[in-house]
Each structure stands twice: as structure tokens, then as C-alpha cells.
């Protein structure tokens, strides 16, 4: 309100229909929301690709002390756990986020067990409670919203993927570490056991890409992550 009431002070000449334009584009942007916007390709993404590449910087950072990859995946990680909620209540109230979107839909193993891995080992060296609560997010996400098969395997829909041995057991593992508790350990060898009876080619000791729920087959397409 103070701008607009002084917009007529402003040292410059301007016809009326520019100060009309002026005075309605500024009424929009103060009836309007101001939002957070990240524009990344990489850098705060919640994506299950680019949480392996995080991955590899971290261990450059224990590993062989690589100090700026170090930096920069600590800075990553602390960036989506402060702003996870943050993007909740926007996905609340204009129905998606500006950023973190894949984070909104935890219903699929890509958006959970790479990021939930990562939030793990950035948590063990910050003891940062926003990720923590993220840890718990993501954990409950994992245990409730993925699709199974009868004896608990993950599954996507009509078929079950190798890949998502990565997507879920290196997150497991850290649970059971982190919180002592029995259900990950137990649910870790669940998992082992369901993709190994799925996937695995006794004849070539390689594991199959997919297994087809219809007609209960592997495709016989060696894979590995």
C-alpha cells in the first residue's frame, strides 16, 4: 500500500495508462502469494538419479576427503530437509509445490530409498532434526505405501524390477541401524528373499531386469545396479 501510494512521487514521466498498468500489476502481486523457487538441475532435487551421484560425493568426502564434494552434498541435503515442509504446505494449498515435487508422492520406491539412504548418512554427521523427521516420513512411507506381493515382496503394479532392490534394501539397512529396530532387519530379508525367488537365473547366477506378474515369469534380461 505504501508503494502504491507514492507511486505517482516516482522521478521518472509516465503517462497514466503506464501508471494504470503499474498500479494493477502491483495489486495482483500484493493480493498474490510470494513463493520459493529453485532453479536447479541438480542442486535440491528430489530425484532417485541424482541421490546416487550424491552418494558418490559423500564417499569422496569420507573415503579420501574430498572437502568440497563433501560441502556440497551436506548443503544439498540440508537444503530439501529444510524446506520438505515447507513444500508440503505449499502442495496443500496450490495443489504442488514450486520445488521438492517428487517428494510429495511417496508412493512409489524412486521417490523413497535413494533419498531416504542419503537423509540417513547426512543425518549420522549433522544429527539434524529436520531430517530426522524426514527419515520418519519416508520410513513410514516405505513400510505402508508400496505395492507387495502376498509374501511381502515389492512390487510395481504388474511387475517387480531388480532396481528396486537398490531403491529400498541400502535404506532398510540404515533404519535397522539407526533406530535398533527388528522390523527393518526383518524387512530387509523379506525383500532379499522376494526379489532373489523372483529374479535370480539359477543357470547363469544373474539376476533378471523384471519379473511379470502376468504370467508369473522373469524376462530372463540380466541387470544389476
Request: neutral net charge.
Given at each position: 500500500?505504501?508503494?502504491?501510494?507514492?507511486?505517482?512521487?516516482?522521478?521518472?514521466?509516465?503517462?497514466?495508462?503506464?501508471?494504470?498498468?503499474m498500479?494493477?500489476?502491483l495489486?495482483?502481486?500484493?493480493?498474490?502469494?510470494?513463493?520459493?523457487?529453485?532453479?536447479?538441475?541438480f542442486?535440491?532435487q528430489?530425484?532417485?538419479a541424482?541421490?546416487?551421484?550424491?552418494?558418490?560425493?559423500?564417499k569422496?568426502?569420507?573415503?579420501?576427503?574430498?572437502?568440497?564434494?563433501?560441502?556440497?552434498?551436506?548443503?544439498?541435503?540440508?537444503?530439501?530437509?529444510?524446506?520438505?515442509?515447507y513444500?508440503?504446505y505449499?502442495?496443500?494449498?496450490?495443489g504442488d509445490?514450486?520445488?521438492?515435487?517428487?517428494?510429495?508422492?511417496?508412493?512409489?520406491?524412486?521417490?523413497?530409498?535413494?533419498m531416504?539412504?542419503?537423509?540417513?548418512?547426512?543425518?549420522?554427521?549433522?544429527?539434524?532434526?529436520?531430517?530426522?523427521?524426514?527419515?520418519r516420513?519416508?520410513a513410514?512411507?516405505?513400510?505402508?505405501n508400496?505395492?507387495?506381493?502376498?509374501?511381502?515382496?515389492?512390487?510395481?503394479g504388474?511387475?517387480?524390477?531388480?532396481?528396486?532392490?537398490?531403491?529400498?534394501?541400502?535404506?532398510?539397512?540404515?533404519l535397522?541401524?539407526?533406530t535398533?529396530?527388528r522390523?527393518?532387519?526383518?524387512?530387509?530379508?523379506?525383500?532379499?528373499?522376494?526379489?532373489?525367488?523372483?529374479?535370480?537365473?539359477?543357470?547363469?547366477?544373474?539376476?533378471?531386469?523384471i519379473?511379470f506378474?502376468?504370467?508369473?515369469?522373469?524376462?530372463r534380461?540380466p541387470?544389476?545396479?
Amino acid at each position: 500500500k505504501w508503494f502504491l501510494g507514492r507511486l505517482h512521487a516516482f522521478p521518472v514521466s509516465r503517462g497514466e495508462a503506464d501508471l494504470a498498468a503499474m498500479r494493477t500489476a502491483l495489486k495482483v502481486i500484493a493480493d498474490g502469494h510470494v513463493r520459493a523457487y529453485l532453479d536447479t538441475s541438480f542442486f535440491g532435487q528430489w530425484f532417485y538419479a541424482l541421490m546416487v551421484g550424491n552418494y558418490g560425493l559423500l564417499k569422496l568426502y569420507k573415503d579420501w576427503d574430498c572437502a568440497r564434494e563433501g560441502d556440497y552434498f551436506l548443503r544439498n541435503m540440508r537444503t530439501m530437509a529444510a524446506y520438505y515442509e515447507y513444500a508440503k504446505y505449499e502442495a496443500a494449498q496450490f495443489g504442488d509445490p514450486t520445488f521438492l515435487q517428487r517428494a510429495m508422492r511417496l508412493d512409489n520406491l524412486d521417490a523413497i530409498g535413494t533419498m531416504g539412504m542419503n537423509f540417513v548418512e547426512y543425518y549420522r554427521l549433522t544429527k539434524d532434526e529436520k531430517a530426522l523427521h524426514v527419515i520418519r516420513e519416508l520410513a513410514d512411507a516405505l513400510m505402508n505405501n508400496i505395492p507387495r506381493f502376498p509374501d511381502g515382496a515389492f512390487m510395481r503394479g504388474t511387475t517387480m524390477w531388480a532396481d528396486d532392490t537398490f531403491m529400498s534394501c541400502p535404506f532398510l539397512v540404515r533404519l535397522a541401524c539407526l533406530t535398533g529396530e527388528r522390523k527393518y532387519f526383518d524387512e530387509l530379508k523379506t525383500q532379499i528373499e522376494g526379489f532373489h525367488k523372483r529374479l535370480f537365473i539359477e543357470e547363469e547366477s544373474v539376476y533378471s531386469h523384471i519379473f511379470f506378474v502376468e504370467p508369473g515369469e522373469k524376462n530372463r534380461v540380466p541387470w544389476g545396479r
